[in-house]
């Protein structure tokens, strides 16, 4: 059984448009509609099980434009195949005694889940303690996203018997590579109603935001082994997945293999690491970091002909900007660390969390030194994009730092929070939300500083 989220996503039946023969999909980024005019979703009676609820209605919706959007995208996949339809759908009320859904023995089972059973080819989901949660924490694209994540499931095992020649992933695919492709296939078809390219469903960017915030959510617990059979990826895997998925569309995900993909989940290396979460103080970040920082971009600088002088950390200072850590002007450069706001990232997500704000203005440096614009908007992701790089560097030979397991996890919650380590010098942010953030970041992690400035 799996977990998976969203942000907001409404159907409209729109009477006056419904009687020129068309529908009408409403647009929503957080909250449903609160006008009697709109009915969220579908009729569900096509759903066993369901109360008729706007969860249950929602969740149709999702059904609906899941078989609709899979009928087109399949075939491509399979060689020419079509889809299949699954064979049931089922709304568990899961805090009442009673058989649960195919594949469980309970309703009980299935409290606080969704999940695709292969065996029975069907999809069931709690309406009592997993929809209802989804939509007040994330919002409604948070439904979408869990249903997608497990019709891509389903996917995976009609791909697998399709053909020989069909893409997909073999019988023997470790659990974490067809979890993220699952993430995968769910970000392809958020793509789909973020473009209007769904009956039932729309939404902006902030619901996109919101999915990935539960994918945040839903991540495996920091020191999991990638190996588990029951891994599905932490925060920085599961984004990866969504967000290739989201750009790429499903061929991109039907390729994923252990050869082309590279999971960062890992398990602690020692007991005292595992103690501490793997969080350092924050002065020993600091000083930590400080090194590394100093020798990855001082090098990147020398590299491309020109000087670096690395900028003094200073801790208790403020007055230059109003970040936790703000480059200030000077000769040399200053790092302003507002202790108190540092710390509450640091305590708050974890130490790299801290760090990455960190590495970003250390990026801001670097820029300046080679001659780069250090404000606007282009500056900010390209800092951004600058400290992944750095971040993909870290613990290679000639390093003085190390990565601990959850550290791209706190990576990604920062850049999922606020934009804190995305702006330029000037204090403009860079474009976009915590979708654009997140794959600034990624860019660099995977493709190197080159890719970030562009040689």
């Not at 078989?67 to 699954?86: H, I, M, R, S, V």
């Not at 970000?187 to 915030?213: N, Q």
């Not at 793997?278 to 990855?296: A, F, K």
């Amino acid at each position: 059984m799996r977990r998976r989220s969203g942000a907001v996503l409404l159907a409209a039946v729109c009477a006056a448009v419904a009687l020129l023969g068309s529908g009408c999909a409403a647009a929503v980024d957080g909250q449903a509609f609160a006008s009697g005019t709109v009915t969220a979703g579908v009729d569900p009676g096509f759903v066993k099980g369901s109360d008729g609820s706007d969860d249950d209605r929602l969740a149709a919706a999702v059904l609906h434009d899941l078989e609709g959007w899979w009928g087109g995208q399949f075939p491509k996949l399979a060689n020419g195949a079509k889809f299949t339809p699954l064979k049931g759908y089922f709304s568990v009320d899961s805090s009442r005694d009673g058989p649960g859904p195919p594949c469980t023995d309970a309703a009980s089972e299935v409290e606080g889940n969704a999940f695709y059973c292969p065996n029975a080819d069907i999809i069931a989901y709690d309406r009592a303690a997993l929809l209802p949660v989804l939509r007040q924490k994330f919002g409604d694209s948070a439904v979408v996203v869990v249903i997608a994540h497990e019709f891509g499931h389903a996917v995976q095992q009609r791909l697998e018997s399709s053909s020989p020649t069909a893409a997909g992933l073999s019988s023997g695919a470790p659990t974490i590579l067809s979890e993220g492709q699952a993430d995968c296939y769910a970000g392809g078809f958020l793509r789909a109603v973020h473009d209007g390219a769904t009956p039932d469903l729309r939404t902006g960017d902030r619901g996109i935001d919101a999915a990935m915030s539960a994918l945040i959510t839903f991540r495996d617990p920091v020191g999991t082994d990638a190996g588990d059979d029951r891994a599905h990826g932490n925060a920085f895997d599961r984004v990866s997945s969504f967000q290739d998925g989201y750009d790429g569309g499903p061929s991109a995900c039907a390729g994923m293999t252990l050869q082309n993909r590279t999971f960062t989940q890992q398990s602690f290396a020692t007991l005292s690491d595992a103690q501490s979460g793997g969080n350092l103080p924050l002065p020993d970040l600091l000083r930590s970091m400080g090194t590394d920082l100093d020798r990855y971009f001082g090098g990147l600088v020398r590299q491309r002909g020109r000087q670096w002088t690395p900028p003094t950390i200073r801790e208790g200072q403020t007055g230059c900007g109003p970040d936790a850590v703000d480059l200030c002007a000077g000769t040399p450069a200053t790092l302003a660390v507002d202790d108190r706001a540092l710390a509450r990232i640091h305590d708050g997500i974890g130490d790299y969390a801290s760090g990455t704000v960190l590495a970003s203005r250390y990026a801001m440096a670097a820029l300046a030194a080679l001659g780069r614009p250090t404000t606007g908007a282009q500056a900010g992701s390209t800092a951004l994009c600058l400290a992944g790089a750095y971040t993909g560097d870290v613990g290679k030979p000639g390093a003085d730092f190390s990565l601990s397991p959850g550290d791209l996890d706190e990576a990604v919650g920062v850049l999922q929070r606020d934009d804190s380590a995305a702006r330029g010098t000037d204090g403009v942010s860079a474009a976009g939300g915590a979708y654009a953030r997140i794959a600034d970041f990624r860019q660099g992690v995977s493709a190197g500083a080159g890719r970030c400035l562009g040689n």
